[in-house]
């Protein structure tokens, strides 16, 4: 399947044809998608490319609702569309893209002789259907749509450019004078036709194109044109022999791949002390773009600035300097460099750097003041066109006396600061996408050696992106050439590791962030150490909180001071910000935590964080299952700031989803630590979440972690049990009987009924499944019979016999069970039980075929459901809800409750679930509706197949 944001939002089938992409949700979506192909897009980067900040009142299904439209379009190819934890992404190849294949071809077009590089310029530009993402008009399409746009201009300028040079001219005249018309304020493009017409023997139209410019800048900006055109012009006039002469003409020489083209002659003490061009810089088409237009678009009379800003190891002094030698021609008077130690403790003066520029421009009596030495070195420059880099810069002071007053000139500066008091155009570099990583790789190591594609995103996540660190890698392998990429990743996974690894030849990431740590408080560092021995790459100021003992109001603060020394990054708004660590960042930290901390007060720290997400998972518990304590729960030291309240907005069990990863790094680490009751509780704490969001791999991972740690002890107790109900979902029963019978035997040990009688409602669920029900209702006997204090697990034993009595045909006992556990669900605000009561009542009223009775049950269970989150719930509700209308005759309500029912389970990753809905679809369409299906199939005008309670 191909895709295309060149034109109208489009996907095309194998075969030629085009999706219909019937309304904006799936079309918006498909478009963020492909914007980051292979990258996760949140649910909230959605939200704001769908409505931008002018929110509606209600927009938290719009991403679900578009996703599920989206695929519907899509038909056979609809596992493109990928669900990840908090958003989506698309898994299309970036050639099968319309635009990364037009950047591709451009970026090849630059490595080609002028033939080469018109033929392919050319098949760039074909690819192109109109204006990019056309229809599509928040802003955050509005400035991919312009940044592509100028992409597609230079491309065309540089076609035309070759064109004029392989002596095209009578072909290109008509097609310049209608791009200067739509463009009057391109020079590039009145210069080429100026020399278009030169060539066709048309001298005084070309001279006519140049007095008709001249007079309309002067008359609407007061300026002249710029002196590149101006110099066209005096040549034109002198009718130069040069300017007739095509690339045809010259003799061929060989010419390196990737060179810049020869800078034009200047003076002969123009100075030229730019370092050595990079070899082979990879990617960062789109921010030579911008920096290109960002020095040649500025309004007239003000200095053309480029600003690079990020942390070190990104790559800003490689871009500067690419950029600087493809820009030479351009500034035939000269480029002056200086590297201003910006990212050390002391940086260069400006004086120092001034003394220098001047003596590289003749002056010979150079004055003592930094003020003087500015004052000479603008006068210098002035009426030259000269370019200037100023590399990793401190602060915006040291800068400025380093500017040019003549705005012919240019200046690229970098820092690690964002240097907001310089004006100019801004870009901000952060890692390489996948494919630029991926494409330095097979540069750097060959093709052969780069390894599986699953292997090649590992080391590339590993590094984080950060070239530094990509091509450190890479150096590692050159080396090394008996290690392999599966090897390396290996060795980069160890956190303790993972630093030496990238310490080659006398470079390393260290470096990147030695100084910022050692310019930061003493408290920013400790919580910095903090977080490198908790070791988890994501955080909230709650968890910083705890790391400190202190409040988040006072911790946010240093959590600023870090994210201005790049050390995190920080999303949200106070007080729930969360805050991100590269993971080599990570590792730095905790290299710090180990040589710098006090063991005692890291162990502390760790409690404490351990203590602050459980009491946040206890209120996500709460949130879904009521205020009562789990009946299986540990004695871990809850820990709360005082100044925030541990609550949960929102959905809990999303709540729970978005944390899952750093949980599983807390259980972990709190293994590794020896903390061994922290460890079992965070991993049983989001087991509501675990199952149904289908996450079957990280339960058992976590749950295997910690059973390694705690030993024989009531905490294996109870991962046994969890790990017996995970078997128990996934239809394991023979791995649930082992590890629930274990479970049992160890509380049973311990004296535990609490323990015991949680462990009789698993068992009577495995009985009840696997046709046993006599054997399910004795389980919960037995349940009973050890008195457990625990409310829930009073309702669950009351629940399972009520479901064990309607397989044995007792429906009015039944009744009577189930409507016990409903009442002991909702004294104790268990929304989640209140669910499955509801689905388990409405049942025996569907085999009373009490259908208004049944409804009116499954939909307060899809009530509760929803309203906790429950994804796996709603599929199951509505699987049954749906079969009971194909059994009583209403087939034509079934079909949407199933669709939806099959699109939930696929969502929670419930094979048995979706394969139920699926199979009674099935068996209603040899029924002789299919008018019906195929109305049930085609969404409504609000994308949905209509109500479905």
């Known amino acids: 399947m191909r895709f295309g944001i060149l034109g109208p939002v489009t996907a095309w089938h194998d075969d ?85 294949r037009f950047r591709a071809l451009v970026e090849q077009a630059e490595r080609q002789d002028t033939q080469e590089t018109s033929r392919t310029l050319a098949e760039a530009l074909d690819l192109w259907r109109g204006p990019a993402l056309a229809g599509l008009s928040s802003a955050v399409f509005r400035s ?150 960002a020095l040649t678009t500025t309004a007239a009379g003000y200095l053309p600035i480029a600003v690079l800003s990020g942390p070190g190891g990104y790559g800003k002094t490689t871009l500067a300097t690419e950029a600087a030698h493809r820009m030479t021609g351009d500034y035939p008077d000269g480029q002056l460099y200086a590297h201003l130690s910006g990212s050390r403790l002391r940086p260069a003066s400006a004086g120092d750097v001034l003394a220098r520029f001047l003596t590289f421009l003749g002056v010979s009596e150079i004055p003592a003041t930094v003020d003087a030495k500015a004052e000479v070195f603008r006068a210098a420059v002035a009426g030259k066109r000269l370019l200037v880099v100023l590399d990793d810069a401190a602060t915006t002071a040291q800068v400025l006396p380093l500017l040019p007053g003549e705005p012919r000139c240019a200046v690229i500066v970098t820092s690690r600061n964002p240097m907001p008091g310089l004006g100019g155009g801004h870009i901000v570099l952060g890692p390489l996408d996948h494919n630029e990583a991926g494409e330095l790789i097979s540069d750097r190591v060959g093709a052969d050696r780069s390894g599986a594609p699953g292997v090649l995103k590992r080391l590339i996540k590993l590094c984080g992106g950060m070239p530094l660190a990509l091509d450190l890698a890479c150096a590692r392998l050159a080396t090394h050439p008996h290690w392999d990429l599966p090897y390396l990743a290996d060795r980069l996974a160890d956190i303790d590791q993972r630093l030496s690894v990238l310490d080659v030849d006398g470079r390393d990431v260290r470096t990147c962030f030695e100084l910022g740590y050692q310019l930061l408080s003493p408290g920013a560092r400790a919580l910095l150490r903090a977080i490198g021995n908790l070791g988890v790459g994501e955080i909230s100021a709650w968890t910083a909180a705890a ?98 309240p541990a609550s949960i907005t929102g959905s809990a069990t999303e709540w729970f989803v978005t944390r899952l990863s750093h949980l599983s790094q807390m259980v972990q680490r709190a293994a590794e630590a020896g903390l061994h009751e922290a460890c079992w509780e965070l991993a049983v704490a989001p087991q509501t979440a675990l199952e149904a969001g289908g996450y079957f791999d990280l339960w058992h991972t976590t749950h295997t972690h910690a059973l390694a740690s705690v030993g024989i002890s009531y905490g294996e107790a109870v991962l046994l049990h969890s790990l017996g109900y995970r078997a128990l979902v996934l239809r394991d029963y023979l791995d649930a009987e082992t590890h629930l019978r274990r479970s049992a035997e160890i509380f049973s040990r311990l004296g535990d009924t609490e323990g015991q009688a949680a462990v009789m409602v698993l ?51 039944a009744t009577e069970s189930l409507r016990r556990s409903l009442t002991l669900y909702e004294q104790s605000a268990d929304r989640r039980g209140q669910a499955e009561a509801h689905c388990d009542l ?39 809800l749906g079969e009971a209308h194909a059994r009583l005759g209403t087939a034509e309500k079934a079909y949407p409750l199933l669709l939806e029912a099959a699109d939930l389970a696929q969502q929670a990753n419930n094979a048995y679930v979706q394969s139920r809905a699926r199979q009674v679809l099935a068996e209603l369409m040899p029924s002789g509706r299919s008018d019906t299906v195929h109305t049930v199939l085609t969404p409504g005008p609000d994308g949905e197949h209509g109500e479905l309670l």
Request: charged share 25%.
């Open 16 to 100: 030629g044809s085009e999706v219909n992409l019937a309304g904006w949700r799936p079309r918006s979506m498909l478009a963020r998608l492909l914007l980051d192909p292979r990258e996760a897009v949140s649910a909230q980067d959605l939200v704001e490319a769908f409505y931008g900040t002018e929110l509606p009142d209600s927009v938290g299904s719009t991403p679900k609702t578009a996703a599920k439209l989206l695929r519907q379009a899509l038909g056979t190819q609809r596992d493109l569309v990928e669900t990840v934890p908090g958003g989506y992404r698309i898994a299309a190849a970036p050639e099968d893209i319309d635009a990364h």
């Open 144 to 293: 991919a749509a312009s940044r592509w746009e100028e992409m597609r201009l230079v491309a065309v300028e540089r076609r035309l450019g070759a064109d004029v040079e392989l002596g095209r001219r009578h072909d290109l005249v008509g097609e310049l004078y209608q791009l200067t018309e739509k463009y009057p304020k391109r020079e590039a493009l009145r210069a080429l036709l100026m020399r278009a017409l030169f060539r066709s023997g048309r001298t005084s139209e070309a001279l006519e194109v140049y007095a008709a410019y001249d007079k309309q800048v002067r008359g609407e900006f007061g300026i002249e044109p710029s002196p590149q055109l101006s110099r066209l012009h005096l040549r034109i006039l002198h009718m130069d022999p040069e300017l007739q002469e095509t690339a045809q003409d010259r003799p061929a020489t060989p010419v390196a791949v990737g060179s810049a083209p020869a800078p034009a002659p200047g003076p002969a003490c123009a100075p030229a002390n730019l370092p050595a061009r990079p070899r082979g810089m990879i990617g960062r088409t789109d921010q030579l773009t911008r920096m290109r237009s």
């Open 547 to 644: 790391l400190a003992d202190s409040t988040v109001g006072e911790v946010t603060p240093l959590l600023d001071e870090l994210a201005a020394a790049h050390l995190l990054t920080i999303t949200g708004t106070v007080p729930y910000v969360h805050c991100r660590l590269h993971d080599l960042v990570l590792a730095y930290a905790r290299e710090r935590a180990t040589t710098d901390g006090d063991p005692a007060e890291l162990c502390a720290e760790l409690n404490r964080a351990f203590g602050a997400q459980l009491a946040l998972t206890d209120a996500a518990y709460a949130a879904i299952h009521g205020p009562q304590q789990r009946a299986l729960n540990g004695g871990t030291a809850r820990w709360t700031p005082v100044d925030v």
């Open 763 to 813: 068992i009577s669920d495995t009985c009840r499944i696997q046709g046993d029900p006599t054997a399910a209702r004795t389980a919960c006997e037995r349940g009973f019979a050890l008195r457990p204090d625990n409310r829930r697990t009073l309702a669950n034993l009351w629940l399972n016999l009520g479901r064990s009595q309607t397989h044995l045909g007792e429906l009015t006992q």
């Open 842 to 880: 409405a049942r025996i009223f569907v085999r009373q075929s009490d259908l208004d009775a049944a409804s009116g049950a499954f939909g307060a269970a899809f009530h509760q459901a929803k309203a906790v989150g429950d994804t796996l719930g709603m599929a199951y509700i509505l699987t049954d």
